[in-house]
């Protein structure tokens, strides 16, 4: 993909899982030297719309803007060009909405207006679906070769990288090569409390196993004082923070 941005040197960037619009902003205000940059998602979008993901950006941090777009080619093509020119650095479409919608994505992206386009990114297999679950919508390939599958789609159709699980990191490296981008959540410092999260790493593993940008919400947002946990992470990143 042409023209592609460079990652903040902070690989994390802290999830802002709230609707509360004062309190992503506190959270943006407190974090910013201390992580790369903010994910913000449907919660906070269907809560706040695109006004809310303005003040975001507006505070100067990146933004990834995880709103998974699915749906015919047109109208995916439609809303990354909206949500490519509130200054958004990541944003995210679903790679089995096929060929042709992953290509006006990433046709989109180019055509931004913002000075730099955003990262277009592609969900592949949700982390919350196992081989049953797939073979219930009639997939029959297994989650993990389905992954790999979808993310050389993915890559093929020009598209800078995928969100993936700390478990798929190195199949994905292998498949795809350097140059494509890995954006992975489910990552636990060691002295954070687990949550639902099942197959997690630590930020530092992540890193050395081939992740480009660390997703950790509430290891940071959850903690007494978040600036501190993100320092710390950023700290054991080997980070000033
Ligand atoms: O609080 P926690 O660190 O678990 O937050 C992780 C963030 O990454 C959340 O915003 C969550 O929705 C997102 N995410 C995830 N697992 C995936 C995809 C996204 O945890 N497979």
């Known amino acids: 993909m042409t023209n592609q941005p460079q990652l903040p040197a902070n690989p994390v960037f802290a999830a802002l899982d709230t609707t509360d619009l004062d309190q992503a902003r506190g959270w943006a205000e407190a974090l910013r030297g201390h992580v790369g940059g903010v994910k913000t998602g449907l919660e906070f979008f269907s809560a706040n719309g695109a006004d809310g993901v303005r003040a975001i950006v507006d505070l100067g941090l990146p933004v990834f803007l995880d709103l998974k777009f699915h749906d015919i080619p047109n109208t995916v093509a439609g809303a990354v060009r909206a949500v490519a020119d509130l200054g958004t650095a990541i944003v995210n479409v679903h790679a089995a909405g096929g060929p042709a919608m992953l ?5 989109a992206a180019e055509q ?4 730099q386009r955003p990262l277009v990114i592609a969900v592949t297999v949700l982390t919350s679906l196992d081989d049953s679950d797939l073979k219930a919508v009639g997939q029959s390939v297994p989650a993990r070769e389905q992954v790999v599958r979808l993310a050389q789609l993915v890559q093929s159709e020009g598209l800078d990288g995928v969100v993936c699980s700390p478990a798929e990191i190195s199949a994905i490296r292998d498949a795809c090569g350097p140059d494509f981008k890995l954006i992975v959540p489910g990552i636990r410092p060691d002295w954070a409390a687990t949550g639902d999260q099942k197959r997690i790493t630590t930020p530092a593993q ?3 196993d081939g992740a480009d940008v660390l997703v950790i919400g509430r290891p940071i947002t959850g903690a ?9 992470i950023a700290g054991e990143l080997g980070l000033a923070g």
Do not use: I, N, T, V
Not at 103 to 107: G, L, M, S, T, Y
């Open 206 to 208: 992540a890193r050395d």
């Open 103 to 107: 290509a006006a994505a990433r046709e």
């Open 112 to 115: 931004s207006r913002g000075a």
């Open 224 to 232: 007494d004082d978040p600036a501190a946990a993100a320092a710390r």
